[in-house]
């Protein structure tokens, strides 16, 4: 099987909505990421907790193909952070973000992950990004996140890691952003220029848009067209997961792969955002995600006359 | 051959935007609408011009499957309309809009096309689209466009004309003011609620989602990915034109051809945004068309493993 080695933030998050509103429920990338990708395969998480974890948090990985040998637990308080949505759930304000424990985070990889065969790189410093990098051997495909207060903050190191991965997830806006382009083709083409072969990039609820070299440079999901969207949070870490757990499983890293891999993504995330925080995620089986599979292929699928 | 009835606008367009400015070239909703149509079947153009079109307007249609027997030209100017675009084309201010002939406009459908098998009604006064489904007898189709002019002035005689649709083709804020609902998939349902069977919502840059009752109650496609798009005007009628084309040209108004006809329309909007007003698809081929639904195909198409 095809392990995956995670890294990134295990955090408390707090949530208000026009739905309703929780507080101090689990989140993070590496969070939502991995418990997506668990789905396809088993998952080794690296990332830090304070002392206040314990007690609720590790129930949730239990039961699932969740390594946490690289979950450190330090003295102090797990990251938090607190946000607030817009009426359509369209903007999002940050609250506060108490950094707490991972203010201090050194991603140190257990000897037995270091030959991980897929690393995802959350959302975190490149710095650390680059630090995850240094110890893994040989890995057969690199994916990484980025945000906007890197690509404005530490534009250098953010090059360095981008001249190593094989796969830059990022939304619409940072790829403009990272590019200096509009047009979206444009923007991914220059990416691409940087360093990673594959660009996916997320556009919220218009879908995903995926650019490679060669024949399929592009390959375009919708989003699953839903009724009721309850909370957003960590839709992108869950199509993340979906998307690298399903090409992990597979073993294969061809268009073909590639361009299931982005529906399972999709899926993945079509499911996050109908509850809150990581709920839906948690009651989610099998059969439901291979029939939003087939959902999604009646959503796009057309045949010549 | 089943015929399409086209009834809307033939102006002359002044268009300025960050690539170049043109002044007083052929454009308005039917004008868009036909000759995308005209790929497909056989177009009888209703609509009202001046008497300074006949020397440069004309032409336009000529060699094309376009039956202008309905083109009245009646002493005046011809409708005039000018517009700017802001630096990313997703903004656009009228300069003026001068009806001169067409406040006026009654259409009157010659004896020959009350027939027609398939009618679209472009984007004019409700009440004058109602004149025209009273003159016409038992079509196997209708399809109508609008917009929020329509929807906020003369909301009456809209629901009216929403009785006696099949397929309703607006963009995605008309839709959520014309059912007061934000998410889009209650909007097309309570747009469905109004009458059409078919709600076909134009994103713009993001595609086209279409909503019917039954299995494959949703389609979506994307747009086509473009490094360059010099001019978006007219997108929208040419869209509507490429999709009642291909419906009208397979005859059967199946889920298949449905999700096919979006996939023409989608292409054939994706050739008119490349160049200035409607140079792109006067120069338009056949090959490029079946070109281009293939590339569609790549860029949608996944399979399971």
Redesign the interface.
Known sequence: MNQILAVGSVAFDSIKNPFGEVSRVVGGSATYFSIAASFFTRVRLVAVVGEDFADRGARLFEGRPIDLAGLQTVPGETFRWKGEYG??LNTRETIYTKLNVFEHFQPVIPEAYRTSPFVFLGNIHPRLQLEVLDQVTAPRLVAADTMNYWIEGTPGDLREVLKRVDILIINDAEARELSHE?????AARAIRAMGPRTVVIK?GE??V?M?RPG??E?????AM?????FDPTGAGDTFAGGFIGSLAA?GEITD??M??A??HGSALASFAVEDFSLDRLLRLTQDEISVR?HHF?????????
């Not at 592009?218 to 919708?222: I, K």
């Not at 292929?297 to 006359?305: N, Q, S, Y």
């Open positions: 009426f359509d509009a047009n979206l083709v444009k556009r218009h879908g848009l650019t024949e399929g592009f390959f375009a999901a919708p067209p839903l009724e009721e969207v597979c073909a792969a361009a299931r982005i529906i599979f292929k009646r959503l796009t699928h057309f045949e010549e006359a």
